[in-house]
């Protein structure tokens, strides 16, 4: 997904920096934009979320951004009751204080200069995840509570502030794990997909999300387009979210 909304900013002319773990992964996403985005300007910065350290590389490599896209999340699914102290610290600093730091560093500019987006992926987990997520969900839906209140702490300043919310999502990565699990019983990745979403009722589509139908809605975000929506949150699941707004 990450990868994706990189790609169509890149197309649509933006100068992307792309962050990651580790410099190898970096270096491999970018390699492979260029591949597909000839003409985009790229740069990378490798760095974890998790510690100030990290941060304070990001901001050092980076110092200005006019779109900030806080992506980062790492599902981990465990059972409640095993979910330790030290795993409900790295999500926090993973999923809430990392892109809090990152806010408050770099949305001074945003209002300095007039002009700013930042877009944070709550996740349809966020508030509601599975007993094996507890964790994951509860840090996920803390940043709808940060976006509003950051989008209220910059209002009339030019920067709008609204969190996306992808439902299943069709990766490379889950598409690996469930053609792993297909396999021995011979059925294809659309066969499972079929299965899943059968017994998934309240998905309107029927299917995964792809990435690219994510990013569709991020690059909108980012966009003058969206100049009047802050403080919002918009899913992009499918309608597999039951609700009214």
């Known amino acids: 997904m990450g990868y994706m909304i990189a790609k169509r900013l890149a197309e649509c002319g933006?100068?992307?920096?792309?962050?990651?773990?580790?410099?190898?992964?970096?270096?491999?996403?970018?390699?492979?934009?260029?591949?597909?985005?000839?003409?985009?300007?790229?740069?990378?910065?490798?760095a974890d979320l998790t510690n100030e350290a990290g941060l304070d590389l990001i901001v050092a490599e980076v110092p200005e951004v006019d779109v900030l896209v806080n992506n980062a999340g790492v599902p981990e699914p465990t059972p409640f009751f095993d979910i330790t102290d030290a795993d409900w610290e790295r999500h926090a600093r993973l999923h809430l204080l990392g892109p809090a730091r990152l806010c408050r560093h770099y949305?001074?500019?945003?209002?300095?200069?007039?002009?700013?987006?930042i877009v944070f992926n709550a996740s349809t987990t966020g508030?509601?995840?599975?007993?094996?997520?507890?964790?994951?969900?509860?840090?996920?839906?803390?940043?709808?509570?940060?976006?509003?209140?950051?989008a209220e702490s910059v209002?009339?300043?030019?920067?709008?502030?609204?969190?996306?919310?992808?439902?299943?999502?069709?990766?490379?990565?889950?598409?690996?794990?469930?053609?792993?699990?297909?396999?021995?019983?011979?059925?294809?990745?659309?066969?499972?997909e079929a299965e899943i979403f059968a017994e998934l009722p309240t998905s309107l589509i029927g299917r995964f999300v792809d990435p690219s139908e994510v990013a569709a809605l991020v690059v909108f975000l980012a966009s003058d387009l969206a100049a009047p929506i802050t403080g919002a949150t918009f899913r992009v699941d499918g309608g597999i979210t039951r609700c009214l707004t």
């Open 14 to 46: 933006a100068s992307v920096v792309v962050h990651g773990r580790t410099r190898e992964r970096v270096a491999a996403a970018i390699e492979r934009l260029r591949g597909e985005v000839p003409k985009a300007d790229l740069t990378g910065v490798a």
């Open 107 to 117: 949305a001074r500019g945003m209002v300095e200069r007039g002009w700013g987006r």
């Open 155 to 192: 209002a009339r300043t030019g920067v709008t502030v609204n969190c996306f919310v992808p439902g299943p999502t069709r990766e490379r990565t889950e598409a690996a794990v469930r053609n792993k699990v297909a396999d021995p019983t011979g059925k294809s990745f659309a066969e499972m």
């Open 127 to 150: 508030g509601f995840a599975s007993g094996e997520m507890v964790h994951y969900g509860a840090t996920k839906a803390a940043l709808l509570g940060l976006s509003r209140g950051l």
